[in-house]
Nanobody, 129 residues
Framework: QVQLEESGGGLVQAGASLRLSCAAS????????MGWFRQVPGQAREFVAT????????LYGDAVEGRFIISRDNAKNTMYLQMNSLQAEDAGVYYC??????????????????????WGQGTQVTVSS
């Protein structure tokens, strides 16, 4: 079982940047895929980005492609989301997630929230226009 804790959210002006972090603790001996999702009230969780255990595969949601960068440092058990050129529509609660890595799955499999086993509590990102 992996425990996840997000940090780095806050209030920024449109066009600014933020870097979110997600620290994993607990039973982290197995390989796990990590991802970021975001959610606003009344809507389903939206896929943001995912990254494989070895960082050899990444995938981004259409809305953030070219602006966000996902990375991870397994030695620190930490994942990051660098968010650039933030827009009003990027606002929401950002959640990090971790799931068991199965090499027979295509990376697109991990764009679905249902495949993740562990979730953080979320961190709020607010963008002022």
């Amino acid at each position: 079982q992996v425990q996840l804790e997000e940090s780095g959210g806050g209030l920024v002006q449109a066009g600014a940047s933020l870097r979110l972090s997600c620290a994993a603790s607990g039973r982290t001996t197995s390989r796990y895929v990590m991802g970021w999702f975001r959610q606003v009230p009344g809507q389903a969780r939206e896929f943001v980005a995912t990254i494989s255990w070895s960082s050899d595969y990444t995938l981004y949601g259409d809305a953030v492609e070219g602006r966000f960068i996902i990375s991870r440092d397994n030695a620190k058990n930490t994942m990051y989301l660098q968010m650039n050129s933030l827009q009003a529509e990027d606002a929401g609660v950002y959640y990090c997630a971790a799931g068991s890595e199965a090499l027979y799955h295509d990376v697109s499999h991990y764009s679905k929230p249902g495949v993740y086993e562990n979730w953080g509590q979320g961190t709020q990102v607010t963008v002022s226009s």
